[in-house]
């Protein structure tokens, strides 16, 4: 029998459209993480209030929730000397999110970036491709251990990295991997590339070659960029795709950062969002339950 996070990627090959979750490093801020402290560790030392930030989502109308995972790997976690630690962590983290998903809902094991950059482009001893296929494998089956549904492998900033992470959760468990992207808007040639150069054409057709079911962007900036990006997308491909984008630019003022769009001027773009041709709308950094309610409802009343 087929896992349940299968069902995710039939209903949007049907022509369903869902809502994904909004931004966990501004909720977790806001309930007093420090900066510089390691966000997974609350998985353990503050369950409640991450456990309250997936009830909110899923309250607002997330359908699938992301765990508290981001910088989840060993490779990360050994920066906060806790890389020991990295299976409780995880499976802990799928657990919480699992607990606050409705029985309808779907839990996706979120997988950022290890924040160490591969042979090709590092100074000193880069990661190697099979180094991270182990660090995002030994993520991924605490995750799957933990009950998520799929994996949501995110702001990504290097191919190397994102394709690894792809094969790692393939290789782990048969559930959907959706793969997503960090873009940057090149002002001046006006076109949105990834660190490295890469076009969203080419992000979409490598990431799906890699064994990704659902591939898109997230993180970057604001939706208007995300919905050039997914044109761009669907032009190659006619897979599920997915776009989380920021609220906006992050403004700072003083030491405390906001982001340029309220709940209001975020929703305001996703009818042209999912015209783009996207599957599965959600927001990034500087969002808030309320964003998403209001992009649940752009979402609901677009059903026929
Ligand atoms: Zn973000």
């Not at 353990?44 to 359908?63: E, F, K, L, N, P």
């Not at 094991?109 to 182990?134: F, H, K, M, N």
């Not at 599965?280 to 309320?290: D, K, L, M, T």
Request: net charge negative.
């Amino acid at each position: 029998m087929k896992a349940r996070g299968w069902e995710v990627v039939e209903r949007l090959r049907s022509g369903e459209t869902l809502v994904f979750d909004g931004g966990y490093g501004t909720m977790l801020f806001a309930a007093g993480l420090l900066n510089g402290a390691c966000p997974e560790l609350w998985n353990d030392t503050h369950a409640d209030v991450v456990r309250g930030i997936h009830r909110a989502y899923v309250d607002a109308g997330s359908q699938i929730v992301e765990t508290n995972t981001f910088g989840g790997t060993r490779l990360k976690l050994d920066e906060y000397r806790i890389g020991d630690r990295t299976r409780e962590l995880n499976a802990q983290g799928a657990r919480l999110a699992r607990a606050a998903a409705p029985s309808g809902g779907f839990v996706a094991g979120s997988i950022g970036p290890t924040s160490r950059l591969p042979q090709d482009y590092a100074l000193d001893a880069g990661v190697t491709d099979e180094e991270y296929e182990t660090t995002f494998r030994e993520q991924a089956e605490a995750l799957a251990e933990g009950g998520v549904d799929l994996f949501a492998v995110e702001t990504m900033m290097f191919p190397q990295e994102a394709t690894a992470a792809i094969r790692a959760c393939k290789k782990v468990v048969d559930l959907p991997v959706m793969a997503t992207m960090f873009f940057q808007y090149e002002e001046i040639h006006d076109r949105d590339r990834t660190m490295w150069g890469e076009s969203p054409a080419d992000v979409a057709k490598s990431l799906l070659a890699a064994g990704a079911d659902i591939v898109g962007m997230n993180c970057g900036r604001g939706p208007d960029r995300a919905i050039v990006i997914i044109r761009e997308m669907r032009r190659v491909t006619d897979a599920p795709l997915v776009a989380y984008p920021n609220a906006g630019l992050p403004v700072t003022t003083g030491d405390t950062v906001t982001y340029e769009l309220g709940p209001e001027a975020m929703a305001r773009e996703y009818p042209a969002l999912l015209d783009a041709g996207c599957n599965v709308v959600g927001a990034c950094c500087g969002s808030n339950p309320e964003h998403i309610r209001l992009i649940a409802e752009v979402v609901r009343s677009r059903k026929k």
